[in-house]
């Protein structure tokens, strides 16, 4: 069984910096595309960034590139999202997701984790 654990949000100031992890069980993920979405209240549920498991290649949203950087670690199975110069507009519940072949579309991925709360303030 797939399992996705998110964990390292919390309530920083505009600014800061938070570093989220992922950690994924449950099967071999090589080739498997690591990805984290966002949704804020009100908000349908957006792209943020990229990874391959295999061979490290990245993408990210317009709105987060040179401000956040996804990594992954094999040997701990864990996908991170370090975030930093965090702005208002990054409130969100952050998710990780993984699927076989890269989609922006996160109706087409079916695992996820169950979500860790970003709240930055003014």
């Known amino acids: 069984q797939v399992q996705l654990v998110e964990s390292g949000g919390g309530l920083v100031q505009a600014g800061g910096s938070l570093r989220l992890s992922c950690a994924a069980s449950g099967r071999a993920f090589s080739g498997y595309f690591m990805v984290w979405f966002r949704q804020a209240p009100g908000k349908e549920r957006e792209f943020v960034a990229t990874i391959k498991w295999s061979g490290s290649s990245t993408n990210y949203a317009d709105s987060v590139k040179g401000r956040f950087t996804i990594s992954r670690d094999i040997a701990k199975n864990t996908v991170f999202l370090q975030m930093n110069s965090l702005k208002p507009e990054d409130t969100a519940v952050y998710y990780c997701?993984?699927?076989?072949?890269?989609?922006?579309?996160?109706?087409?991925?079916?695992?996820w984790g169950q979500g860790t709360q970003v709240t930055v303030s003014s």
């Open positions: 997701a993984a699927r076989g072949s890269w989609s922006p579309n996160p109706l087409n991925y079916d695992y």
